[in-house]
């Protein structure tokens, strides 16, 4: 069975850090792009980070460049996501996603382009 398994969600204050982990089952997923996306209460789920198959290149929504980063280790098939400087508006569930196509160097924003998900995990911003 092909699973992404989040973790590292939690309650953390306003400017305080978190590291979220994507551990991936089933299958490779070492070449295949990664994103990571979030769904606050009331709201679209939205892009925030993903990664090639090599890790050479990376995206980023607006909201987070320059205090997110992402990251992969393929020996491990796994994607991370360091969150620093957080705030109150980054609460969300928060999910990895893996594409289907193998190799592609392009980074999608869409959750469309994404064929397998987690199940999320929670990240609490507190003021």
């Known amino acids: 069975q092909v699973q992404l398994v989040e973790s590292g969600g939690g309650l953390v204050q306003a400017g305080g850090s978190l590291r979220l982990s994507c551990v991936g089952t089933?299958?490779?997923?070492?070449?295949?792009?990664m994103g990571w996306f979030r769904q606050a209460p009331g709201k679209e789920r939205e892009f925030v980070a993903g990664v090639i198959w090599s890790g050479r290149d990376t995206d980023y929504a607006d909201s987070v460049k320059g205090r997110f980063t992402v990251s992969r280790d393929n020996d491990k098939n796994t994607v991370y996501l360091q969150m620093d400087s957080l705030k109150p508006e980054d609460t969300a569930v928060y999910y990895c996603?893996?594409?289907?196509?193998?190799?592609?160097?392009?980074?999608?924003?869409?959750?469309?382009?994404?064929?397998?998900w987690g199940q999320g995990t929670q990240v609490t911003v507190s003021s």
């Open positions: 996603a893996a594409r289907a196509t193998a190799y592609t160097t392009d980074i999608r924003t869409r959750t469309r382009d994404y064929r397998f």
């Open positions: 089933g299958r490779t997923f070492a070449d295949v792009a």
